[in-house]
């Protein structure tokens, strides 16, 4: 039993510390666009050291497992290894623990659009409630404690939302293109990472009392047991009488003083059981009350205790009909507070987005206009602006005769701007929007552009930059190799000839696009060895219609193999040698 408990304590400081020291270092070296869209207080200060810290500590748990039995006892003090704690102090710490685990299992039902998630997070949390109150020293008691407090604090999380995480982050981003994911992701980032002082304080908590239970687990089996010397009998003749009188005088606590401890005892049983019954009660009733939403609404959340709509993701579609309903469905008392996207598609909008409205709601991140009908020099009215919460406008197929005045004054925080099949120019301003200034991701595909603006390496926070399926002839490569940030660079179906070789060299990280341009030879090694690894692609492109080493055929000479399956509905792709996008597109070749 004992080498039983010690590998399931060894397995969760390691998942423990591996998932500390995952959030911690994206934290820690977290790009500014993710400081901004995950909303992390004090992310590089304090929160990042803490996440970390608790991930060293881990460690060095783990590390005492496997360190043998006797040199483990001979480092270990005698004072600490018969260190006793009260039954009613880890009563209390285990109510705190539960009273933390509610708090954050009705943030999350704010935060997930998926009811499984909310409910299986309520009902840990009952479990957990009820099991854990009991002062009991059996060591099924400690395994029960141990297993609940570190599902709750890290192993419910490392199951359900690192994955995702880990694979938009370090396998393909594209993934986190769509706007489901990002409504799906993003809400549950935010709740993952402490947004708030409180916030931190309560996963600090949780951590703590994760930690210590994995110790109360298998510290008892192997420090206490050996810790108990018995006395020799000389030890016994000069102590005993010295601890005669010690029980003669020592003050002797009064029978009334048992029995308020008891009543501590129990009402903290109560209301440990009471915390088991409202979490269970609140996440049942999650899924046995769907919200009462309109169709438009794809994706809601799951507070407790109401019934009312709470949209995060909404999709309207006009089809030149339902214009007036759609206007009148766009009130925070139809759908609440929490809506996170909008999508029009379709919708005639004259007189351009009521921006007033968006302003109802504090927790928007993104809108998609695609088809619409808005004016060709939009611009807002007077003294109104964009929410300072919205971080990604885009636009397709929305005709503009230039960058439209609305879009030359960004919100605050903007950090992604689409204007995809929009522009009816062959250049961007001659002078660079201030307000872009910002900006992460610069998408500008499927347009005339021919020109290069002279401004582009003011764009200093750039990560991603799209012009595709354009009609440039140069990659303006010193302009560039200035931006500290750039990681992708999308230059598919142009007029360029040859390939960025000292950008490549500048970047030896940057995943480039050059798809179906007029490249025929490669002159670099390295660059050719990069075109094999898929970091680089020339696909389409004469080098590899020749037998060049590294390529992949295109299914037509307006799509990058690049576009399919990012999850964008990419109208280049939308054809039937493209299998219309590869499933990316609604219906009708619309954004989903």
């Not at 293109?177 to 708030?196: D, E, G, H, M, Q």
Request: contains cysteine; charged residues 15%; proline residues 7%.
């Amino acid at each position: 039993m004992r080498r039983a408990f010690v590998a399931v304590a060894l397995l969760k400081h390691a998942a423990s510390c591996v998932y500390l020291l995952l959030l911690g270092l994206l934290m820690l070296f977290a790009k500014p666009s993710d400081q901004v869209k995950f909303q992390v207080y004090a992310m590089k200060t304090l929160s990042a050291p803490l996440y970390l810290a608790f991930a060293c500590t881990h460690l060095l748990g783990a590390i005492s497992l496997l360190v043998p039995i006797r040199y483990r006892r001979s480092m270990t003090p005698l004072r600490w290894r018969s260190l006793s704690v009260p039954s009613r102090v880890v009563q209390l710490g285990n109510v705190v623990e539960t009273t933390v685990q509610l708090l954050q299992a009705w943030r999350l039902s704010m935060y997930t659009v998926d009811v499984d998630v909310a409910v299986a997070y309520a009902l840990l949390v009952s479990i957990a409630a009820i099991s854990t109150p009991w002062p009991a020293r059996s060591d099924a008691a400690r395994l029960v404690n141990s297993l609940t407090s570190f599902g709750l604090s890290t192993g419910f999380y490392l199951v359900v939302v690192v994955p995702a995480l880990l694979v938009a982050k370090f396998v393909d981003p594209r993934v986190g293109y769509s706007s489901n994911w990002t409504v799906r992701y993003t809400l549950l980032t935010r709740f993952l990472a402490p947004n708030t002082a409180l916030d931190l304080l309560e996963k600090v908590i949780l951590f703590s009392a994760s930690l210590w239970n994995v110790r109360q687990l298998v510290d008892p089996m192997l420090f206490l047991r050996s810790s108990i010397v018995a006395p020799t009998a000389r030890t016994s003749r000069a102590i005993g009488p010295l601890v005669s009188s010690f029980d003669r005088w020592a003050p002797q606590k009064p029978p009334r003083c048992y029995g308020w401890h008891k009543w501590v005892k129990r009402g903290l049983v109560a209301y440990s059981f009471g915390i088991g019954l409202v979490s269970a009660i609140a996440g049942l009733s999650v899924a046995v009350s769907p919200r009462r939403c309109p169709p438009e609404c794809r994706m809601v959340t799951t507070p407790w205790w109401t019934t009312s709509c709470t949209c995060a993701l909404l999709r309207i579609e006009c089809n030149d009909t339902n214009t007036e309903y759609a206007t009148r469905l766009f009130t925070s008392n139809q759908l609440g507070s929490m809506l996170f996207y909008v999508q029009w598609v379709r919708c005639p909008l004259p007189d351009g987005l009521d921006i007033s409205s968006l302003s109802q709601f504090p927790q928007l991140y993104g809108l998609t206009v695609q088809s619409a009908q808005l004016p060709a020099n939009w611009s807002l009215p007077n003294g109104a602006s964009w929410p300072s919460n919205l971080l990604s406008l885009n636009f397709y197929d929305t005709p503009f005769m230039d960058v439209p005045p609305a879009l030359s004054v960004l919100p605050t925080y903007c950090q992604t701007l689409t204007l995809s099949r929009s522009l009816m120019t062959s250049a961007l301003p001659l002078t660079r929007p201030s307000s872009w200034s910002n900006l992460a991701a610069l998408l500008l595909s499927d347009n005339q552009l021919r020109e290069w603006p002279n401004w582009m390496h003011e764009l200093r926070a750039l990560e991603r930059l799209d012009v595709s399926s354009n009609q440039l002839t140069s990659i303006p490569e010193t302009e560039l190799i200035s931006l500290p940030a750039l990681s992708r660079l999308q230059v598919a179906q142009n007029r360029v000839p040859t390939l960025p070789y000292a950008l490549l060299a500048a970047k030896p990280a940057l995943v480039l696009d050059v798809s179906n341009n007029p490249i025929e030879t490669v002159m670099s090694d390295a660059v050719a060895a990069r075109i094999a690894d898929r970091q680089v692609l020339v696909d389409g492109s004469p080098y590899c219609l020749a037998g060049g080493d590294g390529c992949n055929a295109v299914c037509a000479p307006t799509c990058s193999n690049l576009a399919r399956g990012n999850n964008v509905c990419d109208r280049s792709c939308y054809n039937p040698e493209c299998a219309f996008d590869a499933g990316d597109c609604a219906a009708n070749g619309t954004q989903w």
